[in-house]
């Protein structure tokens, strides 16, 4: 049975507080680096979703439940296991920009075992962020290193039900919906499929994400296929669509690059700016 609005919301409270917080700007730090010990890393990611290997964690700074505005260009951090060992003593991130008012940083831990973890900010609150690294068997929704199931998305010729067929908040629908992922799948071109829906995102992400990809297709040309799929069936963001259903997801905007057979090289997930996708794409597409 579809997912109503109310039901998908309700699966993603796991992203609730670190998508959705109220941003407010850093009142400086007690620290040299600008960190305040009450500082947590806020999860921008379903934590329950990563499995074992290299990933891409991205937070942004939390203060009293609500996410800053603004913090130091780098930080850093360490992981401990649930049994407080230290299995990862330094991790460096950098700074990140979508808009004004939303900041991350992205940290690419690797963590082969199975188990619970703990991020640790350094000059941040002592008791960290917990993190999960899940069996692959128990994750449904595709992660790097698996064939990018096809799928036939919505297309401008055959919407498939789905009214609008993008809702971009400016300049009109994206370019990204004249073929189905199925299509672009068989194109032998490293292929950018993304899921979100700009005019009705909690996260406040999706619309720059989109925006950011459009920017990077404009200069990749022919040189990579996307495509982009809503998460609603119609304007009213009431029916959950049968692409989100489809990948099992519980939350959105999820971005996916390939290499040119198709297999997943990298999951953007809840947050991204120009430069960290521009990165990643510089390093599938020659």
């Known amino acids: 049975m579809p997912l109503d609005r109310r039901s998908f919301l309700l699966a993603t409270g796991a992203l609730a507080l670190a998508a959705c917080g109220s941003d407010k700007s850093s009142g400086g730090g007690g620290s040299a680096n600008g960190i305040k010990p009450a500082y947590l890393l806020q999860p921008r990611f379903a934590r329950e979703m990563i499995v074992p290997g290299t990933s891409r964690m991205p937070f942004s700074l939390g203060d009293s439940g609500a996410l800053l505005s603004d913090g130091p260009q780098t930080l850093t951090a360490k992981i401990v296991d ?4 230290v299995v990862i003593p330094t991790l460096s991130a950098k700074r990140r920009r979508v808009t004004e008012g939303i900041v991350y940083w992205d940290f690419h831990p690797t963590l082969d075992a199975v188990g619970q973890f703990t991020i640790v900010l350094d000059g941040g609150d002592p008791n960290g962020t917990a993190i999960s690294v899940t069996a692959p068997s128990e994750v449904p929704i ?9 799928f036939d998305t919505p297309t401008t010729d055959a919407p498939r039900g789905v009214d609008p067929i993008c809702t971009r908040l400016e300049g009109g629908a994206c ?17 950018a499929y ?3 829906t700009p005019a009705h995102c909690e996260f406040g992400t999706c619309a720059p994400g989109l925006e ?3 920017t990077a297709g404009k200069r990749l ?3 990579i296929a996307i495509v982009h799929a809503e998460v609603f069936t119609d304007d009213k963001a009431t029916t959950v669509a049968p692409a989100v259903e489809a990948y099992n997801l519980a939350g959105e905007p999820d971005l996916w690059l390939t290499d040119a057979t ?3 090289l990298t999951r953007f997930e809840g947050v991204w700016d120009q430069t960290e996708l521009d990165e990643a794409l510089a390093a599938i597409v020659a």
């Open 82 to 85: 649930d049994a407080g060992n």
């Open 142 to 150: 595709p992660y790097p290193g698996q064939q990018l199931p096809p």
């Open 175 to 191: 370019p990204f919906h004249a073929m189905t992922l199925t299509a672009a799948l068989a194109t032998g071109k490293p292929v």
């Open 194 to 196: 993304l899921i979100g």
């Open 212 to 214: 950011f990809l459009i």
């Open 221 to 223: 040309g022919d040189k």
């Open 262 to 264: 198709g297999r997943i």
